[in-house]
């Protein structure tokens, strides 16, 4: 299950300040989209505003034609999940209880769970190599571990358009490359914030590039990530080859001169 989301116009303003100005761009069905950009650059304003915790001052969120800020919470998280990049720790609950409330949007109120929704849990825990954690309290994890099973509560939730917000943040390596290589094989519809251009270059179809709450670039990893872009955007010297074994355009920094 996939879609197409299309933004239009999308402003945000707070406390007299526009952290998004016009911003348009697009995901098409099927594809993993990256944002990139320095910190400050509205990557993590602009998620929100898709997955509804912002409703923008201007501007339309698409997704398959229908404007998602129109749809009430459990409708729109029957069609949204989202991962946002910080995860509360309070929850008093297991990691599989966690996990399994990517069901509920699905379900009728006090409707129990099915051994449908049980198998659903069963292989999102063991997609995300967290089975051993099933029993655990949510707030005892590490960060990289509460990230897993955020993201594992998201697959449970199947949804046609995945939003990740630095869904490897916390990771060690080998945990962001099974993230990322996951999201890119289930045919969702993904949206992602990366600070790794690395990652971003070899994970993604397409990239879109921030600066100050505006999209500056958008196009395929090598169109967008070029030498000439990183100095404009993130004030850096780097050089960019092409990866000899995944054909990724490969970033290298270079020291100030």
Known sequence: MSASLTLTGITYETAGRTLLHGVDLDARPGETVGLVGPNGSGKTTLLRCVY???RPAAGRVLLDGDDLTALGPKARARRVASVPQDSPGEFELTVREIVAMGRAPHKRFWEQD???DADAVDDALDRLSITCL???AFPSLSGGERQRALVARALV???ALLVLDEPTNHLDIRYQLEILGLIR?????SVLALHDLNLAAYYCDRIHVLK???VVASGTPHEVLTSELLAEVYEVAAEIAVHPVTGAPAITYLPPA
């Open 185 to 189: 094989a289930l045919g969702t519809t």
């Open 212 to 214: 100050a709450g505006r």
């Open 52 to 54: 509804g915790t912002l």
């Open 134 to 136: 099933a029993d655990r």
């Open 157 to 159: 939730q199947r949804p």
């Open 114 to 116: 099915s051994a449908s």
